[in-house]
């Protein structure tokens, strides 16, 4: 470094020689040819320092020049850390350092220098920058990125294999050499590990074992070439040993014995047994097998994944009676050990088994399943199907009972005695259901005679045969039709037929018609369909809009039946193409059996016997009605007020509102009445109320007479609801046609013809002769 700065200062020697050897030049240039302008250059080298010097401030560090020749030429430095850091002698230019300059903090400093003339402060050359470097001395120790470094490596790995790289960085130039060189060193641990320059940390040993040590920490030292401290750092590193497949499962126990009650079901778990594997549970692969015993193939152990457990399970039933105790070695090794690092011990890790089974009350055991019985439909000498049959099968061999537990269909078609008996109540039919099912529990019987809590099952399938009882039945078509001008030979429609018996395998059903006498056909298809054709063609609408023509089909069955099935053939209008443009609306034939039939009679019954009481119901509450108004009321109380006089009318008491003589005269004379004196006269009417009997009421009955000649929507408000008590006080009678029929009045009603065509059925009903009949 001492050399590097001596070049430097003997530079700047032959520089400022230079300098004043060019003066005297440039002296007499200026003398010569003073007319021209002289070119003006700032003279100096970049600047360096070294940092922290070990001298009293300041530190020379430069000095800046030109080539401007002025009395009055004053140096000044701008930027960052001018006139702070740095200052310039203003007449000389030499740049002194006020602070120790630390390099790792800045390396370089950019200043720009100017020259003015201070009398002015003008400047006398443009400005030009220069750049300060510090240099470097080897002041700093390596220092490791972080305190603690973690690495892995596999357990039993060879010697030189990389584990983890650690790094430490110095602050120094590292273009000076040595100044940030760094070499490692490990200085705990070093009997397992090793690093190299670079940091990177191998093994040293091949028989590193995670199951003896699965970590080692080590302590690493880092240093740099000596330099003005020449210390060092430290840092610590974790390494973990990762574990391989390199030991086999050993058992806990030299024997297991477990207790099972012979009613474990296939597969259930018998016991567990267990063994030791020190690796990690990912290489934790135990196979567990049988070596030696018998009945080895009545359990079989599969291993736990995650426990690594080997389970006991059975792969057919127990049984006490049979074998009570079973007893065998089962070996335990793990396929996926690696061989290379095998330890010296052996692979080979067995145990004795031993399963006592323990004796239970077990449920009656049926010896045969499923059962299964055929039976003929219809069958009536057929009563016993067969029998089911189950034993106890412990020692004390107790009787079974047997009971119907489920049937489908539900219904009391088979039946099953307490000695397992199949037994037909009634025969079965087919048609109702092609097989029955029925579950059937066996029960021990205890010594004290009740009935055991455990039972089993067993299924019985019963399947009918057909017998041939069934006529086939027409399958209508949707509305057959006809044109009126058909030709021979038309086909008018398709027909098929069903069967609810199973078809007969001697062949299809026959089609045939009952009668030839028609203008129809029948043509055999021989799949079970016929096609009904036009015989000689023409119909006559006139005569006969609907055809009904009997089809006989039979099935060929054993025996032979047939049915008798008629098809409605409507008669329709067509046009040229044999379009149907026009045809009667006819019900749709629906078949209705018996059954139907019967039970559409018994509702009709039922609904007639509802209104025969309904109806005596009412009548005796109008004859106890009628005795008590008899009874207990007057007729005062009993007449209605005539509020309004857009009502009917009202009771023959209600005097106080209206005179009814007016009534009484208009009906007897059918011409308008005159003011005569009232019958009523006695009667008071109420204060306030003054009427012109004959003109208001005569004037009310004219309105409301040409309303309902004019309403032809209407009916007369003749009815039961307003003329329900007439009034037995009343001299204008009643005014209600309910019982005109029954009455001995002699009073012409022929005035009822000029009352318009709405009264022109009371007038024909009260006009005549009572001997007439009407029809309605």
Excluded at 54 to 66: E, Y
Excluded at 103 to 130: C, G, H, M, V, W
Aim: proline share 5%; aromatic share 10%.
């Amino acid at each position: 470094m001492d050399y590097i700065i001596l070049l430097h200062s003997l530079f700047f020697t032959l520089a400022f020689a230079d300098e004043e050897s060019q003066k005297k030049p440039q002296n007499l240039s200026s003398n010569k040819a003073s007319h021209k302008r002289l070119k003006r250059d700032w003279i100096w080298n970049q600047m360096h320092i070294k940092e922290e010097i070990d001298a009293p401030l300041p530190h020379h560090v430069g000095k800046i020049t030109s080539s401007v020749r002025n009395n009055n030429a004053k140096y000044i430095i701008e930027g960052e850390y001018a006139n702070t850091i740095f200052k310039v002698e203003e007449t000389s230019g030499d740049v002194y350092a006020f602070e120790r300059l630390d390099r790792e903090k800045k390396a370089e400093y950019e200043l720009t220098a100017l020259i003015i003339d201070r009398r002015n402060n003008q400047s006398l050359e443009p400005p030009s920058k220069f750049i300060i470097k510090v240099y470097d001395i080897n002041d700093n120790v390596p220092v490791f990125v972080q305190k603690v470094f973690n690495g892995s490596v596999p357990e039993m790995s060879p010697v030189g294999t990389s584990v983890t790289k650690v790094t430490a960085v110095d602050a120094d130039d590292p273009t000076v050499s040595g100044h940030a060189t760094v070499s490692y060193q490990v200085i705990k641990g070093d009997e397992y590990f090793t690093i190299d320059d670079s940091g990177v940390i191998f093994t040293t040993r091949p028989d590193l074992d995670r199951e003896t040590q699965s970590t080692y920490e080590i302590i690493v030292k880092a240093k740099d070439a000596p330099g003005t401290s020449g210390d060092s750092s430290t840092a610590t590193v974790v390494i973990t040993l990762s574990d391989i497949n390199d030991n086999f499962p050993v058992f806990k126990h030299s024997s297991f014995h477990f207790k099972v009650p012979e009613n474990i079901s296939v597969g259930g778990e018998v016991g567990r047994v267990k063994v030791e594997d020190v690796d990690e549970p990912q290489h934790r692969n135990t196979k567990y097998s049988f070596v030696r015993g018998d009945y080895r193939d009545t359990f079989e152990i599969v291993a736990n994944p995650y426990t690594n457990e080997g389970i006991i399970r059975p792969k057919k039933p127990l049984d006490f009676e049979k074998v009570a105790e079973y007893r065998f070695d089962i070996e335990a090794t793990d396929p996926t050990v690696d061989l290379r690092y095998f330890k010296s011990g052996g692979s080979r890790s067995i145990s004795t088994v031993t399963i006592e089974v323990t004796d239970v009350d077990e449920p009656p055991v049926f010896t045969k399943l499923p059962y299964e019985f055929k039976v003929m439909e219809n069958d009536a000498e057929v009563r016993t199907l067969g029998s089911v049959w189950a034993h106890d099968p412990d020692a004390a061999k107790r009787k079974i009972r047997f009971i119907r537990r489920k049937a489908s269909p539900n219904g009391d078609y088979i039946r099953v005695s307490d000695t397992g008996i199949i037994q037909l109540p009634k025969p079965l039919d087919r048609e109702f259901s092609s097989s029955y099912n029925i579950t059937v529990a066996a029960q021990e019987v205890l010594e004290d005679g009740r009935l055991s809590d455990r039972e089993s099952h067993a299924h019985v399938h019963v399947i009918v045969g057909d017998e041939n009882d069934n006529a086939p039945e027409l399958v209508y078509p949707e509305e057959p039709r006809v044109c009126e001008n058909a030709a021979p030979g038309k086909v008018i429609v398709r027909i098929s037929a069903t069967d609810k018996d199973e078809l007969s395998p001697r062949g299809f059903f026959k089609f045939s018609l009952a009668t030839e006498d028609s203008n129809f056909s029948l043509i055999e298809n021989y799949d079970n369909t016929a096609n009904i054709t036009v015989k000689y063609g023409q119909f006559n609408r006139e005569l006969a809009k609907i055809h009904y023509l009997p089809v006989i089909i039979s099935d060929n069955g054993v025996p032979e039946l047939s049915s008798t099935n008629t098809l409605v053939i409507s008669v329709c209008k067509c046009n040229e193409k044999g379009n149907f443009t026009f045809c009667e609306e006819r019900a749709k034939q629906v078949g209705v059996s018996i059954q139907a039939l019967v039970a559409i009679f018994i509702c009709i019954f039922t609904i007639i016997v509802l209104f025969a009481v309904l109806a005596m119901l009412l009548l005796l509450r109008k004859r106890h009605k009628k005795d008590l108004s008899g009874l207990g009321r007057s007729v005062a109380e009993i007449h209605e007020q005539l509020v309004r006089y857009d009502e009917e009318g009202g009771g023959e008491m209600d005097t106080t509102s209206y005179d009814v003589s007016v009534l009484n005269s208009v009906r007897k004379n059918g011409v308008k009445a005159e003011a005569a004196p009232s019958p009523y006269a006695q009667v008071q009417k109420p204060p306030g109320t003054i009427t012109s009997a004959a003109g208001e009421m005569e004037s009310m009955i004219e309105e409301k007479k040409s309303e309902a000649d004019n309403d032809r929507d209407l009916l007369p408000y003749d009815t039961l609801h307003i003329y329900g008590y007439e009034g037995a006080e009343s001299i204008a009678e009643s005014l209600s046609s309910l019982q005109s029929g029954s009455s001995d009045s002699d009073v012409d009603y022929d005035f009822l013809n000029d009352w318009g065509p709405r009264f022109k059925m009371l007038a024909e009903l009260y006009g005549s002769e009572p001997s007439e009949d009407f029809v309605y």
